[in-house]
């Protein structure tokens, strides 16, 4: 009993910069991983916004957590100090920066020619795969343009980045809905040609990075973001081939609402966070 309220008043609040996010669910699996190393739920926080995880814990204890965290396999740097929260040792690097400007040309770019293809092939899945893409690029954007910002105004900007994509997300969902009433079966053809290319875009979204596969926790970033991309593409190229066996438009829309669901899902959480980091900065 007395160990147990030593360690309550033992702890101290710690942040750490986390690399590799793209969305709430990362978020929610980082948590958990530090409440099985026995962190109270409320003793943890990681913002969706700012890619920040506030944690409230003895300092004896930091080597088990992180040991924890890690297993997620994302990247983990403390914050000494507000200064230090300014800094990203990953992103000062310019040959790395190079390299994600790269990433972020190839999903935008990528992104708006998938979302012409959605509405040419008549894919709701698609378009769906398409807002992923743009979503993508946009966070890693605005992590480039945000080096060195301070937390109110990652906050800021993050909060702005979340309502925009919630909007997109919205329309997606909304015009997905409007075509369930009439299910028209889209070009399977078209539809899984633009998947197969979105699964070749993130393999050559990923080669500019290889070179800092084995850098700082930081730059493990892509390998996490790719894997969920894919996971998205590959869905969208099975729904193709069940809409053209099945000659139903229903695979597409299934596929559509999952994704632009989650995206929502993110969505909210990037503002929720944006608001929460926003009263923290005040």
């Known amino acids: ?23 709430a669910k990362d978020a929610a699996q980082i948590e958990r991983a530090a409440q ?10 990681v913002s969706a916004a700012t890619h920040i995880m506030t944690l409230e814990a003895p300092e004896a ?3 088990e957590i992180e040991k924890a965290v ?3 396999g994302y990247g983990f740097d403390r914050i000494e100090s507000d200064e230090d929260l300014q800094q990203g040792a990953a992103h000062q690097d310019p040959a790395y920066r190079r390299a994600l400007w ?10 708006v020619i998938e979302m012409v293809g959605g509405f040419i092939s008549g894919s709701q899945a698609v378009k ?17 343009l945000a080096i060195g910002w301070s937390l109110a105004w990652r906050a800021r900007s993050a909060l702005i980045q979340g309502i925009f994509l919630g909007l997109l997300g919205l329309g997606v969902l909304g015009t997905t809905i409007m075509r369930a009433f009439e299910p028209t079966p889209p070009d399977a053809t078209l539809m899984g040609i633009l998947g197969l290319i979105a699964l070749v875009i993130n393999v050559i979204s ?7 596969r084995k850098g700082d926790a930081n730059m493990r970033a892509v390998w996490l973001f790719s894997r969920n991309d894919a996971i998205g593409n590959a869905a969208v190229v099975i729904a193709a081939g069940l809409v053209f066996w099945l000659g139903s438009a229903w695979p597409d829309l299934i596929v559509a609402f999952g994704i632009a669901g989650l995206f929502l899902h993110s969505s909210w959480a990037i503002i929720r966070d944006a608001r929460s980091d926003l009263k923290v900065a005040a």
């Not at 790269?102 to 992104?111: E, K, M, P, R, S």
């Not at 769906?128 to 480039?144: E, M, V």
């Open 61 to 63: 204890r930091l080597p």
């Open 206 to 212: 990923v080669l500019p990075l290889l070179k800092f």
């Open 128 to 144: 769906a795969d398409a807002l992923d893409f743009i979503g993508d690029g946009a966070i890693t954007f605005l992590g480039l």
């Open 102 to 111: 790269i990433v972020v040309i190839l999903n935008v770019g990528y992104g």
């Open 70 to 72: 890690e297993t997620t």
């Open 1 to 23: 009993m007395a160990n147990a309220e030593s360690a309550i008043t033992d702890a101290r609040s710690f942040r750490y910069r986390v690399s590799g996010m793209d969305c």
């Open 36 to 45: 099985s190393a026995g962190v109270a739920p409320d003793a943890v926080k």
